[in-house]
């Protein structure tokens, strides 16, 4: 069964740069059709969907959130990172990893759902 | 981007009763919606993609419907471990993905 988990620092200074880590475990991060996603959630509020990227380096940005973000996959580690540029308080919030399972069909993307998350790591935007 | 929210924000129901919640959309996502449930401390788990296509693992209490802007979760009989807060997202138009803004579930 695979296991999604989040790592990287905690506390981040403004205008640095946040970086996290998913390590994927329980199988590896090249079998399938899968996108490897990144999700946010202020405390108390909803979800804000970051990004997500493929095995092939494919990737999707929140646009909102295209300036500041990169995604990259190491399959030889089994895990994808994200960072965020520029950070500000407004950053701060639970960070999600979670896997999107789905498959094209010619120019269609067929979604099942984002069916499995990391447990998530809590990241402080403060100096 | 499309908008999505949900109502009530807050809903009680005792235990043993039938809990309907809602979803709207800005605007059309068709059948592309998906609903989650977070429960406090923990990450939100799927439920049901398609509408109404329950995911793997997720008992029958549970079921989903609608299409186009408006969509209900429905849960049959609530258990103990169903109080907790549900978010619906589309993925008709991205990106991004969007989601609700959650309707807590909480007990009468």
């Known amino acids: 069964q695979v296991q999604l988990q989040e790592s990287g620092p905690r506390l981040v200074k403004p205008s640095q740069t946040l970086s996290l880590t998913c390590t994927v475990s329980?199988?590896?991060?090249?079998?399938?059709?899968?996108?490897w996603t990144w999700i946010r959630q202020p405390a108390g509020k909803g979800l804000e969907w970051i990004g997500r990227i493929n095995t092939s380096g494919n990737t999707n940005y929140n646009p909102s959130l295209k300036s500041r973000v990169t995604l990259s996959v190491d399959t030889s580690k089994n895990q994808f990172s994200l960072k965020l540029n520029s950070v500000t308080a407004a950053d701060t919030a639970m960070y999600y990893c979670a896997r999107d399972r789905g498959e094209w069909d010619l120019l269609y993307y067929f979604f099942y759902g984002l069916d499995v998350w990391g447990q998530g790591t809590t990241v402080t935007v403060s100096s | 981007e499309i908008v999505m929210t949900q109502s009530p924000a807050t809903l009680s129901v005792s235990p043993g009763e039938r809990a309907t919640l809602s979803c709207r959309a800005s605007q059309s996502v068709s059948s592309s919606l998906a609903w989650y449930q977070q429960k406090p401390g923990q990450a939100p788990r799927l439920l049901i993609y398609?509408?109404?296509t329950r995911a793997t693992g997720i008992p029958a209490r549970f079921s989903g419907s609608g299409s186009g802007t408006d969509f209900i979760l429905t849960i049959s009989s609530l258990q103990s471990e169903d109080f907790a807060v549900y978010y619906c997202q589309q993925y008709k138009d991205w990106p991004p993905y969007t989601f609700g803004q959650g309707t807590k579930l909480e007990i009468k």
């Open positions: 329980g199988g590896s991060i090249s079998s399938g059709t899968y996108y």
């Open positions: 398609g509408a109404s």
